[in-house]
């Protein structure tokens, strides 16, 4: 069966810090790869999305990227955090482009920037 | 840019009633799906409709799409407290990867 991993589940950053958050998809291959953002009582936004390897869409300009530097990874980063940077992040996995699939959520990574 | 727009942006209901949630979106779709968020948690997949559809039933949910209209709703019958969480619609647009975008959510909320 597919899982995702999604960690840490919280982080409290210092604003100027680095970021990294990683995801990782078991028991699927090429899924897609998703990045949402989700702030406090509000709906998700899409950050990043990635059809495969290497393949990364981004959705809003801001201070955030994203790779995939394997087939089942997807790693959201930020060189320089900031304070707007708070929030729940969502990694997500779904079937490959061309079936009616749905998405499949890890457990989200609170996010602080003090 | 968000696709999906629920209403109503919150809902509070007794146990046993019925909770109605309506969704709009933009553009044409491929499918249209619902999911539930407990606080501060990861999403769970709770029904797809595809855009050839009209209706769609699973236990004691009911989704209907008008795509004239551009408007989903979702029919959660015989509430249970255990219902109690925000709601989302998500639109897949058949755009490059499936790309599904989420509307803003409903928060229900069941009383016992």
């Known amino acids: 069966s597919q899982t995702i991993h999604q960690w840490p589940a919280t982080l409290v950053q210092p604003v100027g810090s680095p970021l990294s958050l990683e995801c990782t998809v078991e028991?699927?291959?090429?899924?897609?790869l998703y990045w949402y953002r989700q702030a406090a009582g509000r709906g998700l936004q899409l950050l990043f999305y990635?059809?495969?390897?290497?393949?990364i869409s981004s959705e809003v300009p801001q201070n955030l990227s994203a790779s995939r530097p394997q087939d089942r990874q997807f790693i959201l980063s930020s060189k320089k955090l900031l304070l707007s940077d708070s929030g729940f992040y969502l990694c997500?996995?779904?079937?490959?482009?061309?079936?009616?699939?749905?998405?499949?959520f890890g457990q989200g990574t609170r996010l602080t920037v003090v | 840019s968000q696709q999906g727009e629920e209403d109503p942006q919150a809902l509070s209901i007794q146990e046993g009633e019925n909770a109605t949630m309506n969704c709009s979106y933009k553009t044409s779709i491929n499918n249209l799906q619902w999911y539930r968020q407990n606080s501060g948690r990861g999403l769970v997949h709770l029904i797809l409709i595809r855009s050839n559809e009209r209706e769609k039933h699973s236990g004691r949910l009911r989704v209907t799409l008008d795509t004239s209209k551009k408007s989903s709703s979702l029919l959660i019958t015989a509430s249970r407290a255990a219902d109690t969480a925000s709601y989302f619609c998500?639109?897949?647009?058949?755009?490059?990867?499936?790309?599904?975008?989420f509307g803003a959510g409903t928060i229900l909320r069941v009383k016992s």
């Open positions: 028991g699927t291959s090429n899924p897609n």
């Open positions: 997500a996995w779904s079937g490959e482009a061309g079936d009616d699939t749905e998405a499949f």
């Open positions: 990635s059809v495969g390897i290497g393949q």
């Open positions: 998500a639109t897949d647009a058949g755009e490059y990867g499936n790309k599904l975008v």
